[in-house]
T-cell receptor, first 116, second 111 residues
Framework: EAGVAQSPRYKIIEKRQSVAFWCNPISGHATLYWYQQILGQGPKLLIQFQNNGVVDDSQLPKDRFSAERLKGVDSTLKIQPAKLEDSAVYLC??????????????FGPGTRLLVL | QQQVKQSPQSLIVQKGGISIINCAYENTAFDYFPWYQQFPGKGPALLIAIRPDVSEKKEGRFTISFNKSAKQFSLHIMDSQPGDSATYFCAAGGSNYKLTFGKGTLLTVNP
């Protein structure tokens, strides 16, 4: 079974530039998550989709971050404009979507972003 | 507000020893407590999880101990191996299906 795919794996940009990350979840998984993992910290949920609807985006900095999940499969996360403090690993995860609090989340390898 | 506090930040154990990582939570609405293992350059992967209706869960060399009254839970790795060297995250989840992660523990198992 293929895992969660993410691209690119690494990205270096200048501050105030824009960047986009792509995620392809495990086939059949209805729930998709984007996390931000700053060096030395645990993952922090940015946004959660159930199919193509947003379940939780309370920690998404909406003035600069946006995300979409068209057709309920792939998703993109965009930052525009980027700030130095956005340097982090951006993790995508997916789960079956049964809305069971004990549901396993499967993580992709992440995209490491460095903002200079 | 850090809702899940994890300690220690780093841990060095000899091969064959016991590794113990502790977590404490504040929100009594949490009712799902997973542990994730992360190797460098990889995403976290679920290791073991527990719900508050049991005080202990064991899977192979990995055991979660849960103390509901103290709002604490811990991961024990028995017979630690060099291949267990990784970063371990505890997390807590509740009715909103969102996981709140601890800051992680870097475990090094020396051969």
């Amino acid at each position: 079974e293929a895992g969660v795919a993410q691209s690119p794996r690494y990205k270096i940009i200048e501050k105030r530039q824009s960047v986009a990350f792509w995620c392809n979840p495990i086939s059949g998984h209805a729930t998709l998550y984007w996390y931000q993992q700053i060096l030395g910290q645990g993952p922090k949920l940015l946004i959660q989709f159930q199919n193509n609807g947003v379940v939780d985006d309370s920690q998404l900095p909406k003035d600069r971050f946006s995300a979409e999940r068209l057709k309920g499969v792939d998703s993109t996360l965009k930052i525009q404009p980027a700030k130095l403090e956005d340097s982090a690993v951006y993790l995508c995860a997916s789960s079956l979507g049964l809305m069971d609090r004990g549901e396993t989340q499967y993580f992709g390898p992440g995209t490491r972003l460095l903002v200079l | 507000q850090q809702q899940v506090k994890q300690s220690p930040q780093s841990l060095i154990v000899q091969k064959g020893g016991i590794s113990i990582i502790n977590c404490a939570y504040e929100n009594t609405a949490f009712d799902y407590f997973p542990w994730y293992q992360q190797f460098p350059g990889k995403g976290p992967a679920l290791l073991i999880a527990i719900r508050p209706d049991v005080s202990e869960k064991k899977e192979g060399r990995f055991t979660i101990s849960f103390n509901k009254s103290a709002k604490q839970f811990s991961l024990h790795i028995m017979d630690s191996q060099p291949g267990d060297s990784a970063t371990y995250f505890c997390a807590a989840g509740g009715s909103n299906y969102k996981l709140t992660f601890g800051k992680g523990t870097l475990l090094t198992v020396n051969p």
